[in-house]
């Protein structure tokens, strides 16, 4: 092995654990309400609405936003899967279990469970790790007492119920609903190609883009 490789390989291994802890001080620094260090996670240039580009303002819509929706929140973190376009850009899927105290208009609260995953973009900038974007995808949330069966999963007080868009990225799952197995031999794909295993999984559909309000 040329001295070349050895040092990618460790590059690589160096940068899918400075990503793996980019995610785990997301969900610290978020639940802390430290919003500097938070802010500071993504790129300085990260754009926040369609004419607000920055942390600052990042950390401006941040600070509304859970004094208005949230008296606590816990972000308990799961799989992650890390696949890189060039040595200094990378994009992953990592699941996300949370939980949130919401206060309600009739002056109480609920206990609020979500499980969540987020579609993520990461670029390294100056030698450090950063989200250049993160695109949030939600299967439920619920009153920790009612369970959420049926449509329309996301269940937040004094909001209409609405459905989330957990599965909306992967087509196998309209396929697998619309396809019941026949008589036939099932098709067996061949495995993902290295670093393709969630291109795959789109399908080659081009990356999922965020709503900017």
Request: charged share 30%; hydrophobic share 35%; aromatic share 12%.
């Amino acid at each position: 092995m040329s001295d070349d490789t050895l040092l990618q390989r460790l590059d690589r291994l160096e940068s899918l654990d400075a990503i793996r802890q980019l995610v785990a001080k997301y969900a610290l620094s978020l639940d802390m309400r430290d919003l500097d260090a938070h802010v500071n996670l993504f790129a300085a240039d990260i754009r926040v609405s369609r004419d607000r580009v920055g942390r600052a303002h990042l950390k401006r819509w941040l600070d509304d936003t859970l004094r208005q929706q949230f008296t606590g929140t816990s972000h308990h973190l799961g799989n992650h899967i890390i696949e890189f376009d060039d040595p200094d850009h990378a994009h992953g899927v990592v699941y996300s279990k949370n939980e949130h105290e919401t206060p309600t208009k009739a002056g109480g609260s609920e206990w609020v469970i979500m499980q969540m995953l987020y579609w993520d973009n990461y670029e390294r900038i100056d030698g450090c790790w950063y989200f250049r974007r993160r695109l949030p995808c939600y299967w439920y949330a619920t009153d920790i007492n009612k369970p959420p069966v049926g449509d329309d999963k996301m269940r937040w007080p004094d909001r209409e119920h609405y459905e989330g868009a957990y599965h909306e990225l992967w087509p196998s799952w309209k396929t697998f609903w619309a396809n019941p197995p026949g008589d036939d031999e099932p098709q067996v794909a061949e495995p993902a190609p290295l670093e393709m295993f969630l291109q795959t999984m789109r399908r080659g559909a081009p990356d999922p883009s965020i709503r900017v309000r």
